[in-house]
């Protein structure tokens, strides 16, 4: 039976934010981790020294996974320091928020690159492997707004959520018979630099508004969705697939909130 010594983790984007917490996490559980970052080399090599100073396994790795040339020379390198990826976590994203007015097509096609072409391009990488070995966990992070919640200026960012969520039922179907499950965690607001704007007390008051909607009272943390996602990608998931995780600590209850 596979013990989570013997998995290789790859988390896209985990340098920062959630997918800090999902690579620190897995790492704890005894996973070697790839943290894969676009441009902030700084934080994901402390996190990765934070990882190997705890007596854990960890390289970071630059890619940006709208390009698949790179996503498979990532995925090279982690296979040659750790062996082939069993855990590929899809957490790089990015937002910009507009209207049907004010939208820019050239950031929605680069949104749409990364949140749903992106995990294309590293589900597409890691298969060959993964079906090799009748065994493998991907999770994909999508969002709440691809559920249905909404905030102002947020559609497009939605639509490309939503697109990463039906890619993950499809390919759970697809690499279901080669013991390959395929989920997603869908975060509700989570306390982030990706969402922290310049002004402090303008983040603190949109937190505290939006926290409130949440039958539990509060924002989300970083560790909130890295714990949804070690389960996912536990060895102990063997059964679970095709499924999509609303972690928002209760929003979506459409009737009262």
């Known amino acids: ?13 985990g340098g920062r934010g959630i997918g800090r917490a999902i690579a620190r996490r897995l790492a704890q559980e005894g996973a070697a981790v790839c943290v894969n970052y676009l441009s902030r080399a700084d934080a994901a090599e402390s996190l990765v020294a ?24 990532m995925v090279d390198r982690v296979a040659a320091a750790f062996g082939p990826v069993t855990i590929l976590v899809n957490n790089a994203g990015v937002s910009h928020k507009a209207t049907l007015e004010s939208y820019d097509p050239d950031k929605l096609d680069h949104m749409r690159q990364v949140n749903a072409n992106g995990v294309i391009h590293t589900t597409r990488a890691v298969m060959t492997d993964m079906r090799r070995q ?24 939605a639509a490309s959520k939503a697109e990463a969520q039906i890619l993950t039922v499809r390919f759970a179907m697809e690499l279901g018979p080669f013991g390959i499950t395929v989920n997603a965690v869908a975060p509700g607001f989570i306390q982030t630099e990706m969402n922290r704007g310049a002004d402090e007390q303008a983040w603190k008051a949109t937190a505290q508004k939006i926290g409130a909607l949440a039958m539990l009272g509060r924002a989300g943390e970083p560790d909130d969705i890295a714990n949804a996602v070690a389960f996912f990608a536990s060895p102990d998931a063997g059964w679970v697939t095709a499924q999509v995780l609303a972690v928002d600590g209760g929003r979506m209850d459409y009737i009262g909130r």
């Open 50 to 73: 934070d990882i190997i100073g705890n007596g854990g396994r960890a390289i970071a790795v630059a890619a940006d996974v709208a390009d698949d040339a790179a996503v498979e020379g």
């Open 1 to 13: 039976m596979a013990t989570w010594r013997d998995q290789v983790a790859l988390v896209t984007g």
């Open 134 to 157: 009748k065994y493998g966990r991907i999770v994909n992070m999508t969002s709440i707004a691809a559920l249905g919640t909404t905030l102002p200026g947020n559609a497009f960012y």
